[in-house]
């Protein structure tokens, strides 16, 4: 699950990504409303958490779009205790949550889990597949043959396949979505994952493998 950070303060939106990630949500950072606006338009998000106050349109005006736009992504405001009106706006113009500054780390993440479970993309505690399950609270793999813990990434990319099993995710919708638009990691990390992940399932008798389609992508399906 990817999480959009939309806020104006530099070490602010730093403490958010350490909380969500260390969560194992993967996480894109933006400082000013117009590119809010343009990352949350790109379906490539589970939630956004977004500040009131933001450069060049605030947060009332990027939510207002998004729903104009059709967009339905989850999205929780982040504001002052004095902001009352414009919180008010904010849930009017189509807002899911509005959290208010200063707040503690658990409450943020209890209710990005319940904003999640609200919405058309919730995910489950437990994904399966086959004999394969996917424990989304432990980041663990685990079929009748044993247990396999993932790191983060691994962790992240084998979500997107066990929620859409026997569909194609090229290398650049994967860089996209687990290592996001910004990242400095080359490509050749999606293919270093893949192939953790490969030797996790052999190991654990899944039954089932990633594999690739060559010049399109690659597929969940039984081996």
Known sequence: MRILIAEG???FARTLQAILE???YGTDTVTNGPDALDYALSGSYGAVLLAL??????GVGVVTTL??????????????ADSLETRVAG????????LIRPFAATELLARVRAMLRRSSVYVPDALTFGSLTLDTAAYRLSTPAGVMQLNNKEFQVMELFMRSPHSLLSAQQLMERVWGWDAKAEINVVWT???????KLAALDAGVTIRLVRGVGYILEAA
């Not at 106050?53 to 605030?58: F, I």
């Not at 729903?67 to 002052?80: D, H, N, S």
């Open 53 to 58: 106050t933001l450069p060049g349109l605030d």
């Open 9 to 11: 303060e530099a070490e």
């Open 67 to 80: 729903r104009k736009e059709g967009e339905t992504v989850p999205v929780m405001l982040l504001a002052g």
């Open 22 to 24: 260390r969560q194992n």
């Open 91 to 98: 849930l009017d113009a189509g807002a899911d949550d509005c």
């Open 193 to 199: 994952n893949i192939a953790s992940l490969r030797r």
